[in-house]
């Protein structure tokens, strides 16, 4: 069979056009697996795993959504059928927008502590599920259920921060003449818009739902429709924390959705979080229709290994950034320049990569579970392969890795490539558990090849020389940079910050950011002369209001 002929085959087997549920048999699922897809389906209103129907979040109720066309969403390991998401109608998009603009007229004039509370019990309710949804992410998406906990954990870090929105949200005044005081206040968008991947289902709608709200706004969700079960806990939670119904909305599908997200006229604000070519199309298609737009999008991050590094801990962390959720994060590093005498340490590099194990998220002492579709390991192993064919050295082949209780799964085993800048494997993002080897004589051709590169999300030097790291930290042209720390990611007292093709939109995603993407200022001068008071002395006259 020809790679088009089964990536096709892979794509419509993702789809299909029934509406009624049916209940598959479960069986191809471990154990634990088994018995946590029962407990999702019998425990959450929004969503199943085991072969139900997802709901679509509108107006405060979880409803069954009237689409003639239905996506599969399966698992990873062993393609059970765990449940379906919609293809969202036109009026059910209509009547999600209705109420995100219904509930916006009280949400938006709700009192700030209003809303830090409910930020507050959102927080501790998703404590108190993080087992529940992080159980959903390795069933739909894949990765260990220690990852998956990372996966909310980073999110929570933001619901937490936004804990902190009266003093976020403090104006400024100053009197700018005798008697004349001029303010300025943040105020919310309106309706707002959240379209997010498969690779961080519970942590990327977390980077919005928390700010976008407690500033005041409504909140449109679409979760990725790969994995969407964690996005429907985050909204049950949501309502168990007393949100009002219509102020977080949660709808599905796939480009009728988001076009439809693009074109209204009533949502004022979308975020992003995807690959490159939904993020240049919605930027585009949104600042069309004069929308706000932020769009996170792919990226190829380099890590610098100097001769001077701690060899054990630069090559520790390129294996966990490397080949963590099996390469699929957008601050993975997926290209490692060895400068110098580094390049020794290329064999053991490969035989550290080696131990990692590959197996179904719930197993004990699992590294790295499948990537998320087979069509996601067609491509994959096609880069592996262009890599071959352009002269490249396969020094970790992860292709045909088997599973032998999950014979079914998409496996890809960890991959290392010797390559050169003008490789596919190099240009291209694979998003698999592939690490592509540059050698460079000196520091100087590392920052050239990294600041070559398009993208610029994020980047890493190892090395023992303070001076090293600050010339690297100064010279190179990417946003996010770690200095002997391989996935520098800001917690969301700071902003997301990765730069050049990685980023469209002028205002970047968390922390002060978030704060100022979802507000605009209203500023007020008003003069109250003092010299007009009345009542400055006891009056004894009869008052006439004049
Ligand atoms: P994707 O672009 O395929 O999908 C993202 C979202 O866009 C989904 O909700 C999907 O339904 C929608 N979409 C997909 N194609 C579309 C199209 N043609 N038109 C309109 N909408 C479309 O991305 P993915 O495969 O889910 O996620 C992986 C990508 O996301 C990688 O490129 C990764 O680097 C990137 N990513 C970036 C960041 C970041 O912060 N920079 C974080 C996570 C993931």
Known sequence: MSSNLSRTTCLRLRRTFATASSHPPLSKLGATARSKAEQISSEWKGTSANGENTKNFIGGEFVESKAPQWIDVVDPATQT???????????????????????????????????????MDLQHQLRANGDAIANSIVLEQGKTYADAQGDLLRGLQVVETACGIPTALLGETIEVSK???????????????????????AMIPLWTIPTAIATGNTLIVKPSER????????????????????VL?????????????????IIKAVSFVGGDRAGKHIYERGRKSGKRVQCNMGAKNHAVIM??????????????????????????????VLVGTAQSWLPEL????KKLKVNQGFEQGTDLGPVISPAAKLRITSLIASAEEQGGIIALDGRGLEVPEYPDGNWVGPTVVEATVDMRCYREEIFGPVLVVIRADTLDDALAIVNANPYGNGTAIFTQSGATARKFEREVEVGQVGINVPIP?????????????????????????????????KTTTALWRAEDAVGNKASVDMPTHN
């Open 81 to 119: 059928l765990l449940t379906r998401v919609p293809e969202t109608t036109s009026e059910e998009f209509e009547q999600a927008v209705n109420a995100a603009s219904e509930a916006y007229k009280t949400w938006s004039r709700s009192s700030i502590l209003t809303r830090q509370r409910f930020v």
């Open 179 to 201: 008697d004349m005081d001029t303010s300025t206040r943040r105020l919310p968008l309106g309706v707002c818009a959240s379209i997010a991947p498969f690779n961080f289902p």
């Open 227 to 246: 994995d969407p079960g964690a996005a429907m806990m985050i909204a049950e939670l949501c309502q168990r924390a007393g949100l009002p119904a219509g």
């Open 249 to 265: 909305n949660v709808v599905h599908g796939t480009v009728p959705t988001v076009n439809a997200i693009c074109d209204s006229p």
């Open 307 to 336: 001769p001077d590094a701690n060899k054990n801990h630069a090559l520790n962390s390129l294996i966990g950034a490397a080949f963590g959720a099996a390469g699929q994060r957008c601050m993975a590093i997926s290209v490692v």
């Open 350 to 353: 490969v035989e550290r990569a």
């Open 489 to 521: 990611v800001p917690l969301p007292m700071f902003s997301w910050s990765g730069n050049k093709a990685s980023f469209l939109g002028d205002v970047p995603f968390y922390g002060r950011g978030g704060i100022d993407f979802y507000t605009q200022n």
